[in-house]
């Protein structure tokens, strides 16, 4: 089974409807992230969360919003869809062990592919 | 933001040295160099990361200039499997969420 899964894997929805793509892991990470990602560029931060009472946003955040219901689960919403919200989403997790700032490795999910008409 | 600069896209034989470069000259010195790898409808993978001396594991070597302005991930052998977008990140100090992802170096792998 796969570390870190994402569901739905692929969604197609209406500008203006509220959808929720939700992240769940075993690895037993503290650290979850959501990134996006567009056509032939790289992958842009939109929150990060530390531990389950900690929510930080990102580079790009204004449009979504999270919720870290658990140590494995970080939800990320798109309270009301626009077009430009077309990307590919992947989360990601990481643990930062002491003494090891910067080494941490982060491993993500499969993606979820966001189609907004 | 810590920037790196790659090469767009390179190209490479299967079962021939790769050499990807990568030019990050506003590394400080106590930012790791990581390497990850994005394949084809998959989500980014890690390949090696390093912070002064040139590393292996069991995917690829990492070599790290002198002066640290610029690394070298190295494909000892490449395969069909090794084409992907190979992204070159330094991490901050302060940890990971501070990751800038760039557009990356496109690697085809010729047959």
């Known amino acids: 089974d796969a570390d870190v899964t994402q569901t739905p894997r692929n969604r197609i929805t209406k500008t203006g409807k509220r959808i929720m793509l939700e992240c769940s892991q075993t690895?037993?990470?503290?650290?979850m992230y959501w990134y996006r990602q567009d056509p032939g560029l790289g992958l842009r931060l939109i929150y990060y969360?530390?531990?389950?009472?900690?929510?930080n946003k990102g580079e790009i955040s204004d449009g979504y919003s999270v919720s870290r219901q658990a140590q494995a689960k970080f939800s990320l919403s798109l309270e009301s869809a626009i077009p430009n919200q077309t990307a590919l989403y992947f989360c990601?997790?990481?643990?930062?062990?002491?003494?090891?700032?910067?080494?941490?490795?982060?491993?993500f999910g499969p993606g979820t592919r966001l189609l907004v008409l | 933001d810590a920037k790196t600069t790659q090469p767009n896209s390179m190209e490479s034989n299967e079962e021939e040295p790769v050499h990807l470069p990568c030019n990050h000259s506003t590394i400080s010195g106590t930012d790791y160099i990581h390497w990850y790898r994005q394949l084809p409808s998959q989500g980014p993978e890690y390949v090696i990361h390093g912070l002064t001396s040139n590393v292996n594991n069991r995917m690829a070597s990492l070599a790290i200039a002198e002066d640290r302005k610029s690394s070298t991930l190295i494909l000892h052998r490449a395969t069909l499997r090794d084409a992907a977008v190979y992204y070159c990140?330094?991490?901050?100090?302060?940890?990971?969420?501070?990751?800038?992802f760039g557009k990356g170096t496109k690697l085809t792998v010729n047959p």
């Open positions: 969360s530390f531990d389950v009472k900690d929510i």
């Open positions: 690895k037993g990470h503290d650290r």
């Open positions: 990601a997790t990481s643990d930062l062990l002491v003494g090891e700032a910067g080494q941490e490795t982060q491993y």
């Open positions: 990140i330094y991490v901050p100090e302060g940890g990971s969420e501070k990751l800038v």
